[in-house]
Every structure is written in C-alpha cells, then in structure tokens.
C-alpha cells in the first residue's frame, strides 16, 4: 500500500510540473494573456479539468512555487541563532541568490529570465503579485507578534514586516529595470543587488534595531 501511494504521489508531481513548465514555457514565448488554460491542457495533452484540479487559478501557473518560499522565509526567522536579529536573518535568506541570479546554467537562467519579464508585462499576474506580497507581511508580522510578546493592537510588527516585505519588494522591481534596458551579465547583477539590499537594510536598522533585537 505504501509502494502504491508513493508511486501515486509521484505521478502527480509529474503531472504538476509538467502543467506548470508547459505553462510557463507559452507564457514566456506569447505573454500570460494571450494563452488559455485549454491552450496549456491541449499542448501537456492532458483535460482542462485536470489543469484546474493541480491549479486553481491561471495565476497559479506560474506562482506555484511561492508557498515554499513563504514557509523558508518564516522558518529563517523563526529558526535564526539566539541573539541574530529579525533584520539580520531576513537578509540573510532574501539576498541569496534565487531563480536565474542563483542557477549555474545558462539556458536554465535564460528561461527564468523570460520568465520574470514576462510577469513585469502582464497586469494580472503583477495584480496577483501584490496579493502574495500581502500575505508575507500579514504572515511575518504574526511571527514577529509571537516572538516578541506584542500585545493585541500593537502596530510594531506589522511596521518591520511591512518595512522587510518592502525591501523584497524593491529588490525585485530594481531587477525588472535592469531586465528591460540593455543586456546585463547576471552575476555583476547579483553583486550588484546584494550591495542595494544590504544598504537598504541598514537603512532599516537604524530606525528599527532597538525593537528588533528584543524579538
């Protein structure tokens, strides 16, 4: 029974992939609004139904993977060395390079690029962007709450949460410019957006260190 279930598990994880690279892969040759949901079901050969069944929405395509990301960037923070502040942990996780700033290959870099412009020229896919970006601060602000005692009605989490999320924030719209202008090599971006970020977080830190350390 345990053999079947594994093989059963396994099976779906093929299937979800492969709906979410067939996806992406039309979405980055034509643009999120010009492809159907019947469209991707017809090329994977597989039902309408059963695109719908891995993923609820169109959006979640190409956001699939972004419910681990949250639960890694919780776990940073939660999980961080005693003493290490919220700020410092944050940095720690969100300026490892990620998606094609991390890959070794090349044509593996050059597809999650499409990718990212693809996002930055689709409204409904920057719309749904913003919702995620929501539920991070709503979700960090609730730890930093926990860790910290905070009482009901204390805005002081939901202020670092907010500040955080914003820097992420910023980080991934500085990466979208440098995409849309002339060609850049990636690596000198990622030197590039670490430098950025670290600024910016010790920016942070001088307004919010004293309530940091105490979480």
Known sequence: ????????????????????????????????????????????????????????????????????????????????????????????????????????????????MAVTRMIAASPALLAREQQIFARYTESLARLIAEQTGARAGDLRPYVVANALIGVHRALISYVRERLDGPLVDRRDLARDLRDRGEAALALLADGLGAYDEGA
């Open 1 to 112: 029974m345990a053999t079947e279930l594994g093989l059963r598990e396994r099976k779906k994880q093929r299937t979800r992939q492969l709906l979410a690279d067939t996806a992406r892969r039309l979405f980055s040759e034509r643009g999120f609004e010009r492809i159907s949901v019947a469209e991707i079901a017809r090329v994977a050969e597989l039902s309408e139904a059963t695109v719908f069944n891995y993923f609820p929405s169109k959006e979640d395509l190409v956001y699939s993977g972004l419910e681990t990301f949250e639960d890694e960037l919780l776990a940073s923070i939660h999980e961080r060395p005693a003493g290490q502040a919220v700020i410092a942990a944050f940095g720690e996780f969100i300026l490892e390079p990620r998606g094609f700033l991390g890959v070794e290959d090349d044509e593996a870099a050059q597809e999650l």
